[in-house]
């Protein structure tokens, strides 16, 4: 049956309830939901955070009575299984909606379907596949690491017009403007980690935290150290939520490491430096659905060749810094221009005086 207007509508709002859950609700993914009864919004909300109520329980608590009869709006498959909730479509039958639409079907081999096959068991009407992308885009993360087994990796650049990231001598601060700096912060403040290298490190020393956004958590930071050149006194140490991951064993190292609170993943590749796709694997495996990288050329153009870049965020500042000043990447010399990297732009916006681009790989790793 085709989907309605007000299918339409009231699943727009659905994922804007989601959205409130952008920054906060990590390893899960960000889901919203409307209790529609006689044309009228008789309940909403939103998942918030792991281990609270998932959005349908919400929405269902505040309908109340009402509930019964009408129509579920989910951004995402009610769930079928018991973690640290009971299962969501549970909620639904025991509350006697007659109807429920959801955006997309849960790539979650736990659900993948079933949510939605318990309720027509149960007698009620379900279907999904309204606003399917929009409610894809929003779960990208989560429906990398379900679907591929690792988090979704965007590469954040900020550069002149000219594609130059720093001058010759190192010196990067600043090339885009305050308010490209704050819209940065937003992009660090939804992922679940935010990754650098050692060079970063070496030259800025950041902590690499959400200072200019408004949050209730900072995202796991990970710094790839291949030979454990960290030191104890590094900014990004202070605090909880650091990861280094490296190829090398050093134990004095790792124990000065620990007592200031950073975890060691050691995870070599033939040339003795950080496999960045078993990273990647790894970090799927603690539950991380998307990583913002904020580093330089060498662990840019790494990460690339590792076939683990799935976004780039760049923006773009009105000046030029020339030739000699240090670039995005480093792809080697093509002599053929089927060999160059093919990008799709997803979107372009002004941030201030600054161009914001976000742009994905024609063809990602089929391997990864």
Same mark, same amino acid.
């Given at each position: 049956?085709?989907?309605?207007?007000?299918?339409?509508?009231?699943?727009?709002?659905?994922?804007?309830?989601?959205?409130?859950?952008?920054?906060?609700?990590?390893?899960?993914?960000?889901?919203?939901?409307?209790?529609?009864?006689?044309?009228?919004?008789?309940?909403?909300?939103?998942?918030?955070?792991?281990?609270?109520?998932?959005?349908?329980?919400?929405?269902?608590?505040?309908?109340?009575?009402?509930?019964?009869?009408?129509?579920?709006?989910?951004?995402?498959?009610?769930?079928?299984?018991?973690?640290?909730?009971?299962?969501?479509?549970?909620?639904?039958?025991?509350?006697?909606?007659? *109807?429920? #639409?959801?955006?997309?079907?849960? %790539?979650?081999?736990? $659900?993948?379907? @079933?949510? /939605? &096959?318990?309720?027509? !068991? =149960?007698?009620?009407?379900?279907?999904?596949?309204?606003?399917?992308?929009?409610?894809?885009?929003?779960?990208?993360?989560?429906?990398?690491?379900?679907?591929?087994?690792?988090?979704?990796?965007?590469?954040?650049?900020?550069?002149?017009?000219?594609?130059?990231?720093?001058?010759?001598?190192?010196?990067?601060?600043?090339?885009?403007?305050?308010?490209?700096?704050?819209?940065?912060?937003?992009?660090?403040?939804?992922?679940?980690?935010?990754?650098?290298?050692?060079?970063?490190?070496?030259?800025?020393?950041?902590?690499?935290?959400? *200072?200019? #956004?408004?949050?209730?958590?900072? %995202?796991?930071?990970? $710094?790839?150290? @291949?030979? /454990? &050149?960290?030191?104890? !006194? =590094?900014?990004?140490?202070?605090?909880?939520?650091?990861?280094?991951?490296?190829?090398?064993?050093?134990?004095?190292?790792?124990?000065?490491?620990?007592?200031?609170?950073?975890?060691?993943?050691?995870?070599?590749?033939?040339?003795?430096?950080?496999?960045?796709?078993?990273?990647?694997?790894?970090?799927?495996?603690?539950?991380?659905?998307?990583?913002?990288?904020?580093?330089?050329?060498?662990?840019?153009?790494?990460?690339?060749?590792?076939?683990?870049?799935?976004?780039?965020?760049?923006?773009?500042?009105?000046?030029?810094?020339?030739?000699?000043?240090?670039?995005?990447?480093?792809?080697?010399?093509?002599?053929?221009?089927?060999?160059?990297?093919?990008?799709?732009?997803?979107?372009?916006?002004?941030?201030?005086?600054?161009?914001?681009?976000?742009?994905?790989?024609?063809?990602?790793?089929?391997?990864?």
């Amino acid at each position: 049956m085709p989907f309605s207007a007000d299918d339409f509508k009231f699943m727009a709002h659905a994922l804007r309830l989601a959205e409130r859950g952008l920054y906060t609700t990590t390893p899960n993914p960000r889901v919203g939901c409307v209790i529609v009864k006689d044309g009228r919004i008789v309940g909403e909300g939103w998942h918030e955070r792991a281990g609270g109520p998932h959005a349908e329980v919400v929405a269902l608590t505040a309908g109340g009575a009402n509930a019964q009869g009408a129509t579920a709006y989910a951004s995402f498959e009610p769930c079928s299984h018991h973690g640290r909730t009971p299962p969501c479509a549970d909620a639904l039958i025991a509350a006697k909606v007659a *109807r429920v #639409v959801a955006a997309m079907q849960d %790539p979650n081999p736990q $659900v993948a379907g @079933s949510g /939605l &096959r318990k309720l027509r !068991e =149960a007698g009620i009407a379900a279907e999904a596949g309204i606003l399917e992308t929009e409610a894809r885009e929003l779960n990208i993360g989560f429906v990398s690491r379900m679907t591929r087994g690792r988090p979704w990796m965007r590469v954040k650049i900020a550069a002149s017009l000219d594609g130059r990231t720093a001058l010759k001598n190192k010196v990067s601060q600043w090339i885009t403007g305050a308010d490209a700096r704050r819209d940065g912060h937003r992009w660090r403040a939804r992922s679940c980690a935010v990754m650098t290298g050692i060079g970063t490190l070496t030259d800025d020393d950041p902590r690499l935290t959400v *200072r200019d #956004v408004e949050t209730s958590r900072q %995202p796991l930071r990970i $710094v790839v150290d @291949s030979r /454990l &050149r960290i030191t104890p !006194e =590094a900014k990004i140490l202070e605090g909880e939520g650091v990861l280094v991951a490296t190829a090398t064993r050093d134990e004095d190292k790792n124990r000065a490491l620990a007592r200031k609170g950073a975890e060691i993943v050691v995870l070599p590749n033939a040339e003795h430096k950080v496999d960045l796709l078993d990273l990647a694997k790894f970090l799927a495996g603690r539950g991380i659905n998307e990583v913002l990288v904020e580093a330089g050329l060498n662990l840019n153009s790494a990460l690339l060749r590792a076939g683990v870049v799935d976004e780039l965020l760049i923006y773009l500042a009105p000046h030029m810094l020339g030739d000699a000043a240090r670039g995005m990447f480093d792809l080697g010399e093509l002599t053929e221009m089927n060999k160059r990297l093919q990008l799709n732009i997803q979107e372009t916006r002004m941030i201030g005086p600054d161009l914001r681009i976000l742009a994905r790989p024609v063809v990602l790793n089929p391997g990864a």
